[in-house]
């Protein structure tokens, strides 16, 4: 069989965060509300009903142009674009052509530039739902959907793999949440992705033939859905067959695409300027004001994390998948230098490696385990700092602390609260210490008398023994001391 190359391109639909919907004043915080109780003659498109843009979208959508290094088009406008679907109230929807917002932008994912042909924004549709009624088969419409603000991205066709379509997907997902100009929510259609993808034998200059799969909403569809669809594309050419453009839907159930319609082109939609609404300027002065709004972005974190902190690569990407998780971290870190009176770069590095084991170890793990986010505990950054500063004056084990951090996970109390209410702190006391010594001696003559034959194994296990008999609250060096003083 020949090789052949796979060519991906990806649109994007973010829906933005917005108290009002994209043309109206309705609420666009629609999920999970009775079906069409969130309309009105503007969203529904009903005669005389105009549209007024919300500027919010529009400086969201600003903000994504510049992030995602487009050029911003100072003279933007919308425009309809016509087709007729059930879920499309108005026949049309509102939506940009020529003159988007955003255009000419790139990306990185991972070492490759993936460049991004446009970003405009436009207004969600309705939403259709398939059921059973009176043991028909129905499809019932829910508007409450229609006229939420949508950003759509649109890639070059610069993705050659699945993989990496997946990867690309999650990075703007990760930049919209950066932004915080979207929850890109794909449980709540906050996301969804439509691919274009065809195939060429390898080397071969000019394109395959595209087929759009269509309405795509996780990343693991994503990559299933295109997966599937690059194998059965070959799989046609292989056989002598011709592929048609067309658009199709990834049917999870079955793990298969299945053909839906001829793909429309940019003709069939009769795109012309929307004539309710006027052009779009943007001064020089607003989008100064938004490029100092634009928050540090992930790439720029996680090497400032590598170059300045000296974390690896791998923790630095961690830390930074997540904005909150990157803002704890940092918090947490800030907290714990400024305990420490010494500051040097070598105890900030030292510090700020052990709270990226801390983050990336115990605190996922628990997060993990509960199915929580960041934001939903009240364990605050300056308690894990408090907890580690006790490790470092020996009032607290590595294990007993693990123990308090459970309870601080749990309750969001102190860690000197939870060790004195628990009676967690570390026996230091070396007197107590060595009265247990000298009772863990007398039950184990076996291992004293294997010490003195010169088996060094027994005095680590009679450490073992102090320790457990403690909780492992006793002091190590403390223990070995006496061990090897009552020895002699």
């Not at 300027?273 to 928050?295: C, G, N, Q, R, Y």
Request: net charge positive; proline share 5%; with cysteine.
């Amino acid at each position: 069989m020949r090789e052949y190359d796979i060519v991906i391109g990806l649109e994007v639909h973010v829906q933005l965060k917005s108290v009002t919907k994209m043309f109206c004043t309705n609420s666009a915080s629609y999920f999970g509300t009775s079906p069409n109780s969130h309309t009105c003659p503007v969203c529904l498109g009903l005669p005389g009903a105009l549209p007024v843009p919300n500027k919010k979208a529009l400086e969201s959508a600003l903000k994504i142009g510049l992030a995602l290094n487009c050029s911003i088009n100072a003279r933007s406008r919308f425009d309809r674009k016509n087709y007729f679907y059930p879920d499309l109230p108005k026949g049309f929807q509102i939506s940009q052509y020529d003159l988007p917002i955003a255009q000419n932008g790139w990306i990185f994912v991972g070492n490759k530039k993936i460049r991004i042909n446009r970003a405009h924004l436009e207004e969600d549709t309705g939403k259709l739902i398939h059921a059973a009624l009176n043991k028909q088969k129905v499809s019932l419409i829910d508007f409450n959907r229609s006229g939420v603000p949508l950003m759509e991205v649109v890639s070059e066709p610069d993705i050659e793999s699945p993989a990496e379509a997946k990867a690309y997907a999650k990075k703007l997902h990760q930049i919209m949440r950066y932004l915080d100009v979207s929850d890109a929510d794909m449980e709540k259609a906050g996301m969804r992705f439509d691919a274009n993808i065809s195939v060429k034998p390898k080397g071969q200059k000019n394109y395959g033939v595209k087929v759009e799969v269509k309405n795509i909403n996780s990343f693991r569809f994503l990559e299933k859905a295109l997966v599937y669809e690059a194998a059965r594309q070959i799989r046609i050419l292989e056989a002598g067959g011709k592929l048609m453009q067309e658009t199709r839907g990834w049917v999870e159930t079955k793990g298969e695409t299945v053909s839906q319609r001829t793909k429309e082109t940019s003709p069939d939609y009769r795109y012309f300027p929307e004539p309710d609404l006027p052009p779009l300027v943007f001064s020089k002065e607003t989008m100064a004001k938004l490029k100092l709004e634009i928050p540090e972005l992930p790439d720029s974190r996680k090497n400032r994390f590598k170059e300045q902190l000296s974390l690896s690569d791998n923790d630095a990407e961690v830390l930074t998948e997540d904005k909150k998780t990157a803002d704890w971290f940092e918090l947490a870190l800030k907290d714990y230098l400024e305990i420490s009176k010494n500051q040097t770069k070598e105890i900030a590095t030292e510090k700020a490696k052990t709270i990226a084991n801390w983050v990336i170890g115990e605190l996922r793990r628990l997060l993990n385990e509960q199915l929580k986010s960041i934001d939903e505990i009240n364990l605050q950054p300056a308690s894990l700092a408090e907890l580690l500063t006790l490790i470092d004056k020996g009032e607290v084990s590595n294990q007993t602390a693990k123990e308090v951090f459970a309870e601080m996970f749990s309750t969001g109390n102190k860690p000197t609260k939870i060790i004195s209410e628990k009676n967690l702190g570390k026996i230091i006391d070396r007197e107590t210490i060595n009265n247990l010594v000298v009772s863990i001696l007398k039950e184990n003559q076996e291992a004293v008398d294997d010490y003195k034959k010169g088996k060094q194994a027994s005095l680590s296990y009679l450490i073992g023994q102090v320790m457990r008999r403690t909780a492992g609250k006793a002091d190590p060096f403390l223990v070995r001391q006496s061990l090897e003083k009552n020895l002699k």
